[in-house]
Nanobody, 128 residues
Framework: QVELKESGGGQVQAGGSLTLSCTASGRTFSGGTMGWFRQVPGKEREFVAN????????YYPESMQGRATISKDAAKNAVYLQVNYLKPEDTATYYCAAAERAYRPLAYYSTLLEYDYWGHGTQVTVSS
């Protein structure tokens, strides 16, 4: 059974940084794509970043460029998301997701429907 487990959330001051971790169990995602999304109550889940497992290429929406870094550790079967210069509007539940495919450009995998597996999320609260 595939499981994605996020960790590293918490409360942080605006301007600070945070690194989230996502550990996958049950399979590796070689040939696939791993992504991070976030969601606040009452709003749609929003794409934050993704990475192709095999070549570690990355993609970010314009809103996260320069502030977010996604990376992976194949030995630990894990992906990470570092967000710098945090703002109160970054407050959200952050979700890790995995897609079994990676044959299209990464921007294609910025939508929820492209992902096969989801974690339960980790809460990030940024205080001003």
């Amino acid at each position: 059974q595939v499981e994605l487990k996020e960790s590293g959330g918490g409360q942080v001051q605006a301007g600070g940084s945070l690194t989230l971790s996502c550990t996958a169990s049950g399979r590796t995602f070689s040939g696939g794509t791993m992504g991070w999304f976030r969601q606040v109550p009452g709003k749609e889940r929003e794409f934050v970043a993704n990475i192709k497992w095999d070549d570690a290429s990355t993609y970010y929406p314009e809103s996260m460029q320069g502030r977010a870094t996604i990376s992976k550790d194949a030995a630990k079967n894990a992906v990470y998301l570092q967000v710098n210069y945090l703002k109160p509007e970054d407050t959200a539940t952050y979700y890790c997701a995995a897609a079994e495919r990676a044959y299209r450009p990464l921007a294609y995998y910025s939508t929820l429907l492209e992902y096969d597996y989801w974690g339960h999320g980790t809460q990030v609260t940024v205080s001003s």
